[in-house]
């Protein structure tokens, strides 16, 4: 490979690199391959937190103790809506950062952003004590159409009613969708300058004189990037620095990668704003100035540590509904790491290594949701030393990268938000919340009947009258209302995404991303083990209904046991798997926005709670109110074979039709891997591995002992930093509701394999 030197005709700021495609066109991919670091080594070579970043760490720690004695926000704006440029600099301490720039000119402080909607802008203001200010509402009421208005407008009366009786829950219909990974090494290893002409370029070739509704837009849109990273060069100036031009040292690469990322949270306030796969990206910068004599160990970990100190710090004013629906103030910071690549070689790296160390330098964080992108074929001190931070922290999720790899194609890649996988080069989720699974079941028994609200929702048609539910009839009132489901759910979601685009488009992200995207619309399951269990019971149990006396189905008695989902029977896990392909195959009949590609996932959240405090008792015996199992687990209780075969159930749905991702909540106690912490990673590392082999797709980790989180609930004082994984995030246990936290403690925490 040829070696790039300061004299080339290129640019002495690639001195040092590797040459290939990536020099004439805009392909990081390219440039990781030829230049890539591996390193099969352990953790060894780690060093602790600097004096300034524990100094940082410090303020910032104190902070968030003041956040959260006040309610959860420390401060807000009212009355400067959010752009690239809106506030001045900010820092916590200036001379000690090494990593510089805040949403706003102060941290913690949070934006407001009203495009997505006015109205929830201001409810989230008011839900603090803060107030609002009318000449904003004026603008964003009478002058400025938002996002949310726009969706309102062409709801239909369908679409009303199942977003009010939490049939389906979390549309993005009053904030940013998130869920699109920005190329942020574009920036780096580019400089704004060559990006701006590419997207002019660009701009230049699309259309060929036929002004059709698509180019009209895809024009458009160019040209709004081209203005995103104007005003990127110009913020980034705001802190003393040109990122014009590609980056010099490791310390400017990590800089203009964050200025990426801050540029994307000052303009969204997204439910996920994920930072892609950028580990072996930075390493390579890093590796260099190593080799130059530029930086020392101690000094590379303190880039790395203060760079996910500012990922810490991102915050977003949420309304109450938003923060019952994901409880935690999560912004799914997700960072992605390690897999193998297309040729077969690892991309674990000592900045892979470097992430997870900042869990220890600087504790235990929700942010960034850290997620290893597992394989077998990953170097063995790598996968120990990850297994242990797991143990000691909690804070790890690990998702197949086999799997993600040979479905999408691509070893470029990054996780979205919680689980799902995004092409990061040219690859676009449109975000879509959930349909709750367990009320369909309910409203194919009660003729469409919503169970709480007692109005008729779904398609009015013959309830279920017999004393004992037979299932053929029940399959096939079940699958009418199924087919609304799938109708009302997708053409919200067309309504959604259009809208978005429209007045609210993410031009700073998507400018770091190919100008002709493949896009995926993504949906979602909720209760999928409490109508799989409920429909085996039904199958199997022979289950009475009990009614009230208005006729609507309110309790369920089964006559005989059934199988369960969760204990490796087939009965019952083929039940899940045909769920989940038929809600697929009937949403991909309907055209979906902008050609997209459909995918669904089964993932809750921390909506598990609000699901089940709106669905009403179920015939597998979950009672009205009770929480949802979260995600693709089985329902609490009904795991009676230990954890390898509740595993290996979850791992049986097939990706295919569930590539918005697959997410399994597995807690377990330290006791049950093993009597010390050797033996406890041997056993984490084959379970990992075992899981993946098996097609499983998705797995958060939780060690602990249910007495300990019964004691964070009593005492929460005494457990600041303490974690857990919820249904595709982490968060700090503090930061749950009392019912959240009665759930987390609820679920199975495995005392035998």
């Known amino acids: 490979m040829k070696q790039l030197q300061a004299n ?6 690639w001195e040092g690199f590797n040459g290939g495609d990536w020099q004439d066109l805009i392909d990081v991919r390219d440039f990781i391959q030829q230049n890539l670091v591996q390193y099969d080594g352990d953790e060894s070579f780690l060093a602790g937190p600097t004096e300034a970043t524990t100094t940082l760490n410090n ?56 495009y997505g909607g006015i109205r929830m802008a201001e409810d989230a203001l008011e839900a603090y004590g803060f107030k609002t200010d009318p000449k904003m509402h004026q603008i964003f009421t009478e002058w400025r159409k938002t996002h949310n208005q726009g969706v309102f407008d062409v709801y239909t009366p369908d679409m009303r009613k199942a977003r009010h009786y939490k049939i ?243 070893d470029y890649y990054g996780i979205a938000c919680c689980v799902s996988a995004q092409p990061i080069a040219d690859g676009v989720q449109f975000f879509g919340a959930r349909a709750n699974m367990a009320k369909t079941v309910l409203y194919a028994i009660n003729g469409g009947v919503d169970e709480m609200g007692r109005a008729q929702v779904g398609p009015a048609a013959e309830p279920i009258t017999t004393e004992y539910i037979d299932y053929d009839d029940f399959m096939e009132k079940f699958d009418r209302q199924l087919d609304w489901v799938a109708d009302v759910y997708v053409n919200a979601l067309n309504a959604i995404h259009y809208m978005h685009d429209k007045y609210d488009y993410e031009a700073e992200q998507l400018c770091l991303k190919n100008s002709r995207l493949d896009y995926t619309f993504a949906t979602g399951i909720s209760g999928l083990s409490h109508a799989t269990d409920s429909l085996s019971a039904i199958k199997y149990g022979h289950v009475k209904v009990i009614r009230d006396e208005d006729g609507i189905a309110v309790d369920f008695k089964a006559d005989h046991d059934y199988p369960r ?52 008792t179920t015939p597998n015996g979950r009672q009205a109110g009770e929480p949802f199992s979260p995600g693709a687990n089985p329902a609490y209780g009904a795991e009676q074979n230990g954890a390898l075969a509740s595993l290996l159930s979850t791992a049986k749905i097939p990706y295919k039709y569930a590539r918005d ?44 002992n249910r007495d300990t989180l019964k004691d964070a609930q009593a005492h929460p004082e005494k457990y600041p930093t303490l974690t857990v994984r919820v249904s595709g995030y982490c968060v700090y246990f503090a930061d749950l509701t009392k019912e959240q936290q009665d759930d987390v403690i609820s679920r199975t925490y495995f005392e035998a394999m």
């Open 8 to 13: 080339d005709t290129t640019t002495d700021y």
């Open 565 to 616: 989902y969760g204990n490796n029977d087939d009965r019952a896990d083929n039940i899940a798997k045909m769920l989940v392909k038929k809600l697929f195959d009937k949403m991909n009949k309907h055209h979906l926005y902008h050609g997209a590609k459909l995918s669904t996932s089964v993932l809750t959240i921390t909506s598990n709670v609000v699901y089940g405090k709106n669905t009403g």
């Open 168 to 410: 389906i829950t979390g549309l993005p219909d009053a904030y940013g969708r998130g869920r699109i990974i920005p190329d942020l090494p574009r920036i780096a290893l580019y400089g704004i300058d060559r990006l701006i002409e590419d997207k002019i370029t660009d701009h230049d070739n699309v259309g060929d004189g036929e002004m059709t509704n698509d180019v009209i837009q895809l024009r458009e849109q160019i040209a709004d990037q081209v203005k995103a990273l104007k005003g990127m060069k110009k913020m980034a100036a705001s802190y003393g620095f040109d990122i014009s031009k590609p980056a010099k040292t490791a310390q400017e690469a990590v800089q203009w990668v964050y200025f990426g990322y801050l540029a994307a949270v000052k303009t969204q306030n997204g439910a996920a704003m994920s930072v892609g796969r950028i580990d072996s990206f930075l390493d390579i910068f890093i590796q260099r100035d190593l080799d130059r004599g530029l930086l020392d160990e101690k000094h590379a970990q303190e880039l790395i540590d203060q760079f996910v100190m500012k990922l810490r710090m991102v915050r977003f004013i949420r309304t109450t509904d938003y923060n019952d629906l994901f409880s935690g103030d999560p912004i799914w910071a997700t960072l992605s790491m390690a897999g193998v690549g297309m040729d077969g070689r690892h991309h674990v790296n000592k900045t892979s290594f470097r992430v997870l160390k900042t869990l220890e330098n600087m504790g235990a964080a929700p942010e960034p949701n850290i997620t290893l992108l597992w394989d077998k074929r990953l170097p063995d001190g790598f996968k120990r030393y990850a297994t242990k931070v797991s143990i000691d922290s909690s804070t790890i999720q690990y998702e197949n990268d086999a799997l993600m790899r040979n479905e999408w194609g691509t």
């Open 661 to 704: 991702g697959i997410s399994n909540t597995f807690g377990v106690t330290p006791r049950t891997l093993g009597n010390d912490i050797s033996s406890q990673e041997d056993t984490l590392v084959n379970m990992v591995d075992g899981y993946m082999e098996n097609k499983g797709m998705h797995l958060n980790i939780n060690v602990f």
């Open 59 to 114: 303020k910032v720690m104190a902070l968030k103790k003041q956040e959260r004695e006040a309610g959860g926000v420390l401060d807000a704006d009212n009355d400067v809506p959010a752009t690239l440029t809106s506030h001045g600099p900010g820092y916590i301490e200036k001379d000690l950062e090494k990593i510089v720039g805040l949403q706003t000119d102060k941290p913690l402080k949070r934006a407001f952003m009203p």
